[in-house]
């Protein structure tokens, strides 16, 4: 019998090394902690990336648990188990800010709605369940960008703009992206067509992981204010069923 | 100002759930808990009423915890609650005398058989407007006299009471053995076979003939006024409501019109119509029975199809056969093909109920071959549901004179898109769900709301009820027309399955 691969030793030893720190770590790091060679050190987080165990900050270029190593095992959720559990909330979320809601969760580089309640206005709507949204242009996909839950690979020809206000440009969508983790919830004003908007927020699963989110969206003059804000009182309402829809899938904290 | 709420308490076959709504009808607090379900031997089902309500006790106060309200803020309290359910108490300890027997149970088979030919189902349906069934009350309080020794004497010393699921939380909410309000509804009361269906009392040739003595019985009050103040739990609340689950949901949907329906998709799913204050005995299999009756205005009846196995099937797939893990997971698996492979599931697990009511009946799955996978059967299961629909909106169609233009819908089901497109196609009729899915708890809500006046009236109710979602039919009408056709003809094959001796066999060896 062969022994033990010493490769995947040392890479069981840097995912243990991320996820006992609370902060990212960087390369030079890493490789002294685990005494071993940089160059060693670079080619196991790269194949470690590439499977979505570990992920890279763009900026600092520092290391962290990837989305794809706590997805493994329990933190799978299935999409109509998602629908099934926040059915409650987004009702009561159309309800009180009196726009159509839906929720999110990424598939194959877009958002995946699985969730849709109509504005309560009884006009004439169809349920758009199914439908694909773009990731880089809609309130929910940039919170899954956000959060970790999607990750965007940009064609050659560089990111879609639907709208001139789309963000297409890479460090410019980063930028907007770090600000939704630090505000915990994130809107989109006019990228993805002209005259509306949408504001979203995480679902947590177990353990924080976000699952999924959950967002309203409507015409522009109801969603800001006439500075093209998002209005706070919509914002916070949308925090709140995102956190009622989270605790009833298991997340503590939040 | 502080916001002042309803809370409904919605006590269900397998849960119990805590709600509070604002003025506008919208849902601000929930709060569950799941109760134990007893299957002590094939057909019978129970649960521990006391289990029931020390549940009551905990989510009440999870449910005000969750929006930070406190007793004062709770305008009324109405109930809903799982009908025919019967649970037998004793007036001075409180104990219930042995495990309320639930609506599913079939212990009463033989007897109801037996009822059926003689004196047969008119004399029945003349006065209670229910043919025999397994279903109902009277047969349960009959086989526990039967059964239980000395039960049938206390109860003529009027050591017992007898309650559907309202009754009993109602007189342990206002004091137990201590004073405690033993009364019930008309929708529920309706449901026992022993009152009168125009008159709405205690029909006395009812009660002689099933034998049951009038000190067991609750006094029978309107839907909606206030019943009095709880002393447990909410001290000070005034309790202003009691509605048969399903009665609640069509009030929740606000079919306050003849014509409207609604159909509730839980454990069982159930289709009513008001048919307004006109009582219409069907002539295709389905129930006549109360919508409801407000304070003391006339009142309002409606038609009923009832289906037993319907969400159950989800959770027998799920529990019993380990196919998926949680019930939504049903149309994450139903979605890996395209059809039913030709397989169809009758779920006839404790015979069929509306529109054919046959005990004899038991489950079948039919048009097996190698090629079917469970996605194929998941597919079925959901499917189940929708034909059923279909047969139940069939007869109420031929029996009302009217056709059912769209179907209102609600219950946990309701979030499964491939099952809601299902009915769309199979009815032929748009599908339509309403903003507030969780409708049995907000018709109990309305129903409390409008007996202590935080509701002015019923055009108010109206105006909160909102479009959430609408599935449109999309089915080739041939394809409709064969599908239709091989379910009628999986049907068939479940019908007589249980032989007339099966049930004294099982009595014999059972005890």
């Known amino acids: 019998m062969a022994g033990p691969v010493q490769s995947i030793e040392r890479a069981a030893a840097i995912l243990r090394l991320l996820a006992a720190g609370s902060r990212r770590l960087g390369l030079g790091e890493i490789a002294s902690s685990l005494g071993l060679a940089k160059g060693t050190a670079h ?34 959720l299935d999409v109509n188990e998602l629908r099934s559990r926040s059915l409650n909330w987004a009702d009561a979320l159309a309800a009180r800010s009196g726009e159509a809601v839906r929720l999110g969760t990424p598939l194959e580089g877009q958002v995946l709605v699985v969730h849709h309640v109509f504005r309560p206005d009884d006009t004439l709507q169809t349920l758009d369940v199914g439908t694909l949204l773009p990731l880089h242009a809609s309130s929910l996909g940039k919170v899954l960008l956000a959060f970790g839950t999607a990750t965007l690979d940009p064609p050659e020809e560089g990111l879609r703009a639907y709208t001139r206000h789309t963000l297409v440009d890479p460090g ?83 | 100002m502080v916001e002042r709420y309803v809370m409904s308490i919605d006590q269900g076959t397998t849960s119990t759930r805590c709600i509070l709504f604002d003025h506008r009808g919208r849902l601000v607090s929930v709060a569950q808990r799941e109760h134990r379900q007893y299957f ?17 006790q905990r989510i009440v106060p999870e ?72 279903y109902f009350s009277a047969p349960r309080i009959r086989w526990l006299f039967d059964h239980v020794e000395d039960l049938e004497k206390r109860a003529r010393n009027g050591e017992v009471l007898f309650g559907t699921m309202e009754s009993w939380l109602i007189w342990n909410l206002t004091g137990g053995v201590d004073g405690g309000l033993h009364i019930s509804d008309p929708t529920n009361a309706s449901r026992t076979m022993l009152v009168n269906i125009r008159t709405l009392t205690w029909d006395p040739e009812l009660l002689d003939f099933f034998g049951v003595p009038r000190p067991l ?80 205005q006339p009142t309002v009846y409606a038609l009923e199809g009832p289906m037993a196995v319907t969400g159950s099937l989800v959770q027998w797939f799920r529990d019993r056969l380990g196919l998926i893990s949680t019930a939504p997971e049903i149309e994450t698996l139903a979605r890996t093909v395209e059809d039913n492979g030709g397989c169809y599931i009758v779920p006839a697990f404790s015979g069929l109920f509306a529109p054919y009511w046959r005990s004899d009946a038991r489950g079948v799955i039919v048009g097996l071959t190698s090629y079917i996978t469970k996605g194929h059967l998941a597919r079925a299961v959901l499917e ?3 034909w059923q629909t279909r047969e139940v909106v069939d007869a109420v169609n031929a029996d009302s004179g009217l056709t059912l233009k769209q179907l209102r819908v609600d219950g946990g089901m309701t979030s499964d898109n491939l ?30 709301g409008l007996a202590v006046g935080y509701w002015p009236d019923m055009e108010v109710l109206r105006r909160n009820w909102y479009r ?11 394809r409709r027309a064969y599908e239709y056709e091989s379910w009628k003809r999986a049907v068939e094959r479940s019908l007589g399955w249980i032989r007339p001796d099966d049930a004294a066999r099982a009595r014999r060896s059972g005890q």
Not at chain 2, 40 to 56: F, L, S, Y
């Open chain 1, 43 to 76: 080619g196991i987080l790269r194949t470690l990336q590439g499977v979505g165990f570990v992920e890279q900050d763009e900026t600092t270029g520092k290391y962290q648990l990837g989305a794809a190593l706590l997805h493994l095992g329990t933190s799978y």
């Open chain 1, 172 to 254: 410019e969508l980063n930028r907007a992206l770090a600000e939704i983790r630090e505000l915990g919830w994130g809107a989109e004003v006019q990228e993805m067509s002209m005259g509306d908007a949408g504001i979203a927020a995480p679902i947590r699963g177990h353990g924080g992981l976000v699952v999924g989110a959950i967002g309203l969206s409507g015409r522009v003059e109801r969603i800001c204010d006439h500075r093209g804000r998002p209005l706070p009182a919509l914002v916070a309402l949308v925090r709140d069923a995102a956190r009622a829809i989270s605790r009833e899938l298991g997340a503590t904290r939040w």
């Open chain 2, 40 to 56: 002590p031997r094939p057909g019978w089902v129970e649960h521990d009423a006391m289990e029931i309500w020390r549940n009551v």
């Open chain 2, 63 to 134: 449910a005000l915890a969750g929006v930070g309200a406190d007793a004062a803020q709770i305008a009324a309290i109405g109930i809903a609650n799982q009908r025919e359910t019967t649970v037998l108490w004793d007036r001075r300890t409180g104990t219930p005398l042995g495990r309320a027997i639930v609506w599913q149970d079939t212990r009463t088979a033989p007897l109801v058989d037996a009822l059926r030919d003689r004196p047969g189902d008119e004399f029945f349906l003349d006065r209670c407007g229910l043919p025999p069934s397994t």
């Open chain 2, 217 to 296: 019985l609750p006094e029978i009050r309107s839907s909606a006024e206030s019943y009095g103040e709880a002393r447990a739990l909410l001290p000070g609340v005034r309790i202003g409501a009691a509605l048969g689950d399903q009665q609640a949901a069509l009030f929740g949907q606000t079919c306050f019109s003849p014509g409207e329906a609604k159909c509730t998709y839980g454990t069982g799913s159930f289709l009513l119509m008001n048919t307004g204050t006109d009582l219409v005995h069907s002539r295709n299999g389905l129930l006549t029975t109360v919508a409801y009756k407000i304070f003391n």
């Open chain 2, 384 to 386: 189940a549901t929708a």
């Open chain 2, 419 to 448: 099952l809601m497109q299902m009915l769309a196609d199979v009815l032929d009729v748009p599908v339509v769900r309403p903003l507030v899915a969780e409708t049995v708890s907000l018709g109990a809500a309305y129903a409390a």
């Open chain 2, 468 to 478: 959430a979602g609408q599935w449109l039919p999309d089915m080739d009408p041939e």
